[in-house]
């Protein structure tokens, strides 16, 4: 079983960056591939960028790609996804998820392969 634990949402303006925590425990943190995902208001949830087990592949969705990075501290059981240039479209509750690959290069984007979950954190972009 793995627990994992969001932080760092808030309140933002449009433009303005943001950075968000996971932090993972019960299970050995560099096992596992590591993703986040987010929710709007009305919406599904969506993929938004995934972390190999190393930290050596990224994967984002194009609506995020070269505004978002992620990065993983596997001595600290931590990913965190970096988030610059925020839009209104960015609002959504984010959710943290942890996956096991079948291999350490796997970066997986979709929800199924991922058994556990964060509880979310919100993210408000205002104009």
């Known amino acids: 079983q793995v627990q994992l634990v969001e932080s760092g949402g808030g309140l933002v303006q449009a433009g303005d960056s943001l950075r968000l925590s996971c932090a993972a425990s019960?299970?050995?943190?560099?096992?596992?591939?590591m993703g986040w995902f987010r929710q709007a208001p009305g919406k599904e949830r969506d993929f938004v960028a995934a972390?190999?087990?190393?930290?050596?592949?990224?994967y984002f969705a194009v609506s995020v790609k070269g505004r978002f990075t992620i990065s993983r501290d596997n001595a600290k059981n931590t990913v965190y996804l970096q988030m610059n240039s925020l839009k209104l479209e960015d609002t959504a509750v984010y959710y943290c998820?942890?996956?096991?690959?079948?291999?350490?290069?796997?970066?997986?984007?979709?929800?199924?392969?991922?058994?556990?979950w964060g509880q979310g954190t919100q993210v408000t972009v205002s104009s």
């Open positions: 019960g299970r050995t943190f560099s096992g596992l591939a």
């Open positions: 972390i190999s087990r190393s930290g050596g592949n990224t």
């Open positions: 998820a942890a996956a096991l690959p079948y291999g350490v290069g796997d970066v997986p984007s979709l929800q199924h392969l991922y058994p556990y």
